[in-house]
């Protein structure tokens, strides 16, 4: 298999492959801090806000301290990937990017269920933050790769188009928000179903999966760097 190619030699991190792994690990770590920690989302701020506001109706101080500071937590991290584009000035700014999720991922893995969500919570959506706003395109065109609303609104309106406005140079745009969407859902499904074996857990398969994402972005970043 021709690596190269499957990722897209000229902009590996634009390809389709990795937009819909990443993708998918966005929606497999999603399912599992609600599941799991506390029924917050680390990434999904739009759900964030409405289970604060129920949280803040029912005078669940804990439950509006853990999706409040994930909600900041998230927005400061999309705030600190400009500084790494700043201060890291070559190919491999990304690589940094990613190495967050896979630390403090690796680390909640080890936590018992009684530790505090409004610790683990915000620190997972500070480094979703960083993963999302790291990787922001797929061939070009602005994606999410933590949540799924945005992409399925693109994959809609590239579809009706495609078909209703005979526009067909919107084919590969529905194509690739639609296999974005289908990730997002499949990385739930996937985690949600493992959970009931391994529990908390669980998120470990994440590591393994976002470590092999990065390992196969070096690989791709340094064989480009030989043309």
Sequence with gaps: MDLKKLFNENKPSE?????????FSGGFVDAYTYIQRGHTLSAGQ?????????????????GMLTRGTTFLAFSLGLLV??????????NYWRVFCLFPILLICGIVGFLPKEFP?????????????????SFSKIEGLGYNNVFTTGNLKKSMVAWSAYFFGEDKTKYNAAVNYMWLVISFALGAIVSALLQNYFYLRTIWFGVVLLGVINIVYVYLLVQRHKM
Excluded: E
């Design 46 to 62: 739009t759900g964030n806000v409405i289970f604060f506001a129920n949280s803040l109706a029912q005078g669940n101080v804990r």
């Design 15 to 23: 390809s389709r492959i990795l937009a819909s792994a990443l993708t």
């Design 81 to 90: 990937v400009g500084l790494f584009h700043k201060y890291v000035k070559n």
């Design 117 to 133: 969500n409004y610790y683990i919570v915000p620190a997972i959506a500070f480094c979703m933050a960083i993963q999302n706003a």
